[in-house]
Every structure is written in structure tokens, then in C-alpha cells.
């Protein structure tokens, strides 16, 4: 399960389950909005600054070298009804290991894209030191 890192008026940034890029997460727009071509300006900068925010975070608490961004909602589409949601996948990556809580972070595919697949499941006690770090890091 997702744990909440921060909540502004128009967005809730979680971080993601599956931990293989440290510090993967999501930025969900709380109304219902099925094109990103549809969000308000006030949303749209509301993003960036989260944006900015969080990859300094991630930079600071991490050393995450560079970051992919995705909005992809192809899931939502492989329901019977589906209800996709605008929101953004943050992919943190690192050219260095990483090492946090007993845990080693290895980027195997490093300046290639992201392999979605690859994945990392972690004690949620271990979720939840990441998700103080990152909050430790980033000025809301």
C-alpha cells in the first residue's frame, strides 16, 4: 500500500509500494481528471513547484542522481470500465549504490530507460523511515 508523503490543495504526492528506484512515487491530482491537457493552471503550477520540491528532496535525503518523470494511465484502461485518473509516476535514478536502513538500492539499468518490472518490496517499517526522510527534505 502507498503511504501519503505530502497533501497540497490540488495534489497528494505517495510514495510507491515498490521501492527498486528509491524514492518511486506518484503525484495524483484529487479531483477527477481524465487528460492531463484538462488541469487548471493553478494545478499545473501547483505540480511543477511539487515537482521541484520533490527532486530536491530526493537529491538531498538520497543522492538521486536524475529523474524520470511518466504520466501514464494505460492500466486504467485494461478495465472493464475504466476510470483513468491524472497522475504522475516519479522515477528516481541513481548512477551510484545506495544504501539506507539495511537496504541496498543498485540501479542496474542506469542512463537506460526505466524497467517497470523490476521490483523491490519492503518492510512497510522501511516505507515509512523513507517517507520520513523525504519529508525531512522537502519545504512545504
Given at each position: 500500500m502507498n503511504q501519503k508523503i505530502i497533501e497540497t490543495k490540488y495534489w497528494v504526492l505517495e510514495l510507491a509500494e515498490n521501492q527498486y528506484y528509491l524514492g518511486r512515487s506518484y503525484i495524483i491530482l484529487k479531483r477527477?481528471?481524465?487528460?492531463?491537457?484538462?488541469?487548471?493552471?493553478?494545478e499545473a503550477e501547483?505540480?511543477?513547484?511539487?515537482?521541484?520540491k520533490m527532486e530536491t528532496a530526493l537529491k538531498k535525503a538520497f543522492g538521486a542522481t536524475m529523474f524520470n518523470w511518466t504520466c501514464l494511465m494505460n492500466d486504467a484502461y485494461k478495465a472493464k470500465n475504466p476510470k483513468p485518473?491524472?497522475?504522475?509516476?516519479?522515477?528516481?535514478?541513481?548512477?551510484?549504490?545506495?544504501k539506507f536502513e539495511g537496504e541496498v538500492?543498485?540501479?542496474?539499468?542506469?542512463?537506460?530507460?526505466?524497467?517497470?518490472?523490476?521490483?523491490?518490496k519492503l518492510n512497510p517499517k522501511i516505507l515509512k523511515k523513507i517517507v520520513d526522510k523525504i519529508k525531512a527534505e522537502i519545504s512545504f
Open positions: 477527477d481528471s481524465r487528460l492531463l491537457s484538462k488541469i487548471t493552471s493553478k501547483e505540480l511543477f513547484q511539487i515537482i521541484k485518473q491524472v497522475h504522475l509516476h516519479c522515477w528516481p535514478r541513481y548512477k551510484k549504490i545506495v538500492f543498485h540501479d542496474e539499468v542506469f542512463a537506460h530507460h526505466y524497467d517497470k518490472y523490476r521490483e523491490k
